[in-house]
């Protein structure tokens, strides 16, 4: 089992960066594929980006591609969204989640791929 803690977030302006961190504790960090999803107001959770265990496989939503960055460190079992030039359509709550994949393949952009979630960090990006 897997507790997810997000951290990071906050008010920046548009065009502007934020880190986003996501603490893993629990067994196994480098047997889970992790995910970034955010939800705006009124809006379904979407998914940002994941990256498999080795860091190997990387996605990203159209979105966001070219401008964020995933990442993560096994040895502190942590993972990290990197947001560049940020849009106010990017405000939202930032969620990290697990997906535990021993067989290396998984869903990225499937919500219900992930059995572990964070509680999530607020992301606002004003204009």
């Known amino acids: 089992q897997l507790h997810l803690v997000e951290s990071g977030g906050g008010l920046v302006q548009a065009g502007g960066s934020l880190r986003l961190s996501c603490a893993a504790s629990g067994r196994m960090f480098s047997e889970h594929a992790m995910g970034w999803f955010r939800q705006a107001p009124g809006q379904d959770r979407e998914f940002v980006s994941a990256?498999?265990?080795?860091?190997?496989?990387?996605f990203y939503a159209d979105s966001v591609k070219g401008r964020f960055t995933i990442s993560r460190d096994n040895a502190k079992s942590m993972a990290y969204l990197q947001m560049n030039s940020l849009k106010p359509e990017d405000t939202a709550v930032y969620y990290c989640?697990?997906?535990?994949?021993?067989?290396?393949?998984?869903?990225?952009?499937?919500?219900?791929?992930?059995?572990?979630w964070g509680q999530g960090t607020q992301v606002t990006v004003s204009s």
């Open positions: 989640a697990a997906a535990h994949t021993p067989f290396g393949s998984w869903s990225a952009e499937v919500k219900d791929e992930y059995r572990y």
């Open positions: 990256i498999n265990w080795n860091g190997r496989y990387i």
